[in-house]
């Protein structure tokens, strides 16, 4: 009987390694650091899609595929799944900064840094003054942009404007 008792207690031990490893793999997948806990989910993984973060002021809207919190920090996270690249893109960095920007403005503190999931690498991207700076100039910018008056399309792709959410509203359009 003690021996069946023994197999009972090695085959729980050996099902929760493989929970524990099971999870740590997941979690190490979708690039979030270690202590760090799930606020906020946009991804299959966790099922569960929140609603768009909004900062009036900016006039921006998004969602993060994650924000976690980390040492009392609130921290976007952004996962490309298929992209590899040895360095952020920049789009990808102005993305997480916009995203810092809707997070200052619905939890009360702007994060020091994002954290980019690439296939094979997680870069963490310090959100600087500077950064910021450089996403409010381009916001404004594309402000300005959308009521010119003498706008013109920069390209002859018909498969673009088919696929763009613009198309009604675009009197260019191929
Ligand atoms: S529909 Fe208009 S806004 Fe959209 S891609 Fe084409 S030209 Fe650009």
């Excluded at 996962?79 to 990808?92: G, H, L, T, W, Y």
């Excluded at 409010?136 to 792709?157: N, P, Q, Y």
Aim: include cysteine.
């Amino acid at each position: 009987m003690a021996g069946f008792f023994a197999i009972l207690f090695l085959l729980a031990i050996i099902t929760a390694l493989a929970l524990f490893l099971s999870a740590r793999k997941q979690r190490a997948q979708t690039g979030l650091p270690y202590g760090a806990r799930i606020v906020y989910a946009d991804t299959g993984a966790w099922q569960k899609v929140e609603r768009p973060l909004f900062a009036r002021r900016y006039g921006l809207t998004g969602k993060p595929d994650y924000i976690v919190e980390e040492r009392g920090a609130t921290i976007p996270v952004e996962v490309k799944p298929n992209r590899v690249a040895p360095a952020p893109r920049e789009s990808d960095i102005l993305q997480l900064a916009a995203y810092a920007l809707l997070i200052e403005e619905n939890f009360g503190a702007a994060p020091e840094y994002g954290l980019l999931k690439y296939r094979d690498a997680v870069f963490q991207v310090e959100l600087t003054n500077e950064l910021r700076a450089r996403l409010l100039g381009i916001i404004a910018a594309m402000c300005r942009d959308l009521s010119a008056r003498d706008v013109a399309r920069s390209h002859d792709d018909a498969r673009r404007c088919r696929a763009c959410g613009y198309r009604g509203a675009c009197g260019q359009a191929l």
